[in-house]
């Protein structure tokens, strides 16, 4: 049963026109994170939550946002997708409250941008 | 701040072939270690974890100890298949950091038949 959620899998936006990509999860993890990984690169963290507080990495473009209305999901919405953005964004949970854990992945949105 | 330092790939080898993946890290606090493996298209999936010094994680025939001495959490395998065949990043968590998860840059594995 799949318990990080990824809609939809595949993305294609137009160039300049806002997307939004969004996750779910049933783990229950109080720990949300966004990564942008672009072909054969390692995995680059965006953002993440803890809870409700919002952590954002010095180097991720102030074009990427992120909401979590409540702890199941979490969304990441671009506001200006430029031919740069184009990647396969993943989303990750982890952290039952009190406990640490390892982070789960969803299956990855793979944007396209045109 | 936190890093982790993996081989750099591609790595190929035979079927059968003994493999090991370096990874070395560097950490302030005392972290967890993960190896996760990437197959074409997909997420990220754990394979294996240690949590504390002197751990060894194992899943699938493959496995890594968490040397703490040499800051190390090498990856081995004794007999690969053509089904290994993915990109596999060594990661850490931070126990006394901000719970963010560290990858190294991912190496990728080619196992020839």
């Known amino acids: 049963d799949a318990m990080v959620i990824q809609n939809p899998r595949y993305q294609v936006t137009q160039f300049g026109k806002p997307v939004t990509l969004s996750c779910s999860q049933t783990?229950?993890?109080?720990?949300m994170y966004w990564y942008q990984q672009k072909s054969s690169q390692a995995p680059k963290l965006l953002f993440h939550?803890?809870?409700?507080?919002?952590?954002n990495e010095a180097d991720t473009p102030d074009n990427f946002q992120s909401r979590r209305p409540n702890t199941s999901f979490c969304f990441l919405d671009i506001r200006s997708p430029g031919l740069g953005d184009a990647a396969m964004y993943l989303c990750?949970?982890?952290?039952?409250?009190?406990?640490?854990?390892?982070?789960?992945f969803g299956q990855g949105t793979r944007l396209t941008v045109v | 701040g936190d890093s982790v330092t993996q081989m750099e790939g591609p790595v190929t080898l035979s079927e059968e072939a003994f493999l090991t993946i370096n990874c070395t890290y560097t950490a302030t606090g005392y972290p967890s270690l993960f190896w996760y493996v990437q197959y074409p298209g997909e997420g990220l999936q754990l394979l294996l974890k240690a949590t504390k010094a002197d751990d060894k994680g194992s899943n699938k025939g493959f496995e890594a100890t968490y040397r703490k001495e040499t800051t190390s959490f090498h990856l081995e395998k004794g007999s690969v298949q053509v089904s290994d065949s993915a990109v596999y990043f060594c990661a850490l968590s931070d126990q006394g950091g901000d719970d963010k998860i560290i990858f190294g840059k991912g190496t990728r594995l080619h196992i020839l038949p």
């Open positions: 990750a949970t982890s952290g039952l409250p009190g406990v640490r854990t390892e982070a789960f």
């Open positions: 783990l229950n993890h109080n720990v």
């Open positions: 939550y803890y809870d409700k507080d919002f952590n």
